[in-house]
């Protein structure tokens, strides 16, 4: 039963996927990129994507943050017994169909089933490798006093998705995940702004944890403009009724880029024009200040510590 599993379903939908106990894989001379997750996100399907879309794009995004361009990727499934066959499909569909947007090959996998009880319908496994452009030296410590802080999009989008599906609050609005392969958009940046100092996807713990990581790293302060922070309406009304930080909630298809102050208005352009980044902004800068602090000053001038997310807020987001 296994073997007609694979071969007429997983198969039929990974066309690069490789029948051996390892996939040979043809890759280019130079530094590779290397990242794995694992997606657990309740419920299974949401407006915008589901499961397989979301763990194709996250692993497409931790390698793009590297600089890197991502070539292969593996799969792995944990079904538990009873799962629907239509809904597995689907989910290998969404896969594929992402896999292609982002030029990716999905190359080798493995299945297990469990007991009914075991496991929460499907979990899945994903592993990218991908090549680092030559020259690129990306790091959270290369930041610099000056340095312009952008942001490729409204935030929370998907962790409000996400709650409102699971929770079955109906906020009237149009609220989908904005589960994204960004790699396109980050080698764009790259292309303008060779000298970015580092790209972060802001996914659990939102905004505030990324450039709290970033700033701890480069031991600078971070300031960010709340009134130059793109935000969609619904989502931003939704996290004041749910009393979430908009700053802390997840998204799935948004990068942070910190760039040189010289370089940041060609890096915006090149975001803008990049597929996913319409709505980029340039939010603030590194400035002088004790090292790990990141600020938010509001419409009225006022300032307060963006504070990382302790503990979990939204669990099983991704």
């Known amino acids: 039963m296994m073997r007609e599993l694979i071969e007429e379903v997983f198969v039929e939908t990974f066309s690069d996927i490789q ?20 997606f657990v996100v309740h419920p299974l399907f949401f407006p915008g994507g589901d499961i397989g ?35 597995l499909k689907t989910i290998l569909t969404s896969m594929a169909q992402c896999a292609r947007e982002a030029g990716v090959k999905i190359v080798t996998g493995d299945t297990k089933v469990v007991d009914r009880g075991a496991a929460d319908g499907i979990f899945i496994n994903t592993t990218g490798v991908g090549l680092i452009r030559e020259g690129v030296q990306l790091s959270a410590e290369n930041c610099r006093v000056g340095d312009k802080i952008l ?15 699971r929770e079955g609050i109906g906020f009237g609005t149009t609220l989908k995940t904005d589960a994204a392969p960004l790699n396109e958009l ?9 000298e970015t ?3 972060r996807d802001p996914t659990r713990g939102g905004l505030a944890s990324a450039l709290n990581e970033i700033a701890d790293a480069s031991k600078v302060s971070m300031l960010v403009i709340e009134d130059e922070v793109p935000f969609d ?20 298809g948004k990068m942070v880029a910190i760039v040189p102050a010289d370089q940041a208005q060609v890096a915006l352009d090149a975001m803008k024009g990049a597929p996913y980044g319409a709505d980029a902004a340039i939010i603030g800068e590194v400035i002088e200040g004790p090292p790990g602090r990141v600020s938010l000053r509001n419409a009225f001038g006022a300032t307060r510590i963006m504070d990382t997310l302790v503990g979990e807020q939204l669990p099983r987001i991704c």
């Open 151 to 165: 942001l490729s999009g409204t935030l929370g989008d998907h962790g409000i998705t996400i709650v409102s599906q």
């Open 233 to 252: 309406q619904q989502v931003q009304g939704a996290c004041e009724m749910l009393g979430y930080d908009v700053f802390q909630v997840a998204n799935e």
């Open 53 to 87: 879309h979301l763990a194709v794009c996250g692993t497409v995004n931790d390698v793009a943050t590297a600089g890197a361009s991502p070539l292969y990727l593996s799969v792995g499934f944990i079904l538990e017994e009873g799962f629907p066959l239509e809904d």
């Open 186 to 194: 980050v080698k764009a940046v790259l292309d303008a702004a060779p």
């Open 197 to 199: 100092r580092v790209f």
């Open 19 to 38: 029948l051996e106990d390892a996939a040979t894989l043809d890759i280019p001379a130079g530094k590779l990129a290397f990242s794995t997750d694992t």
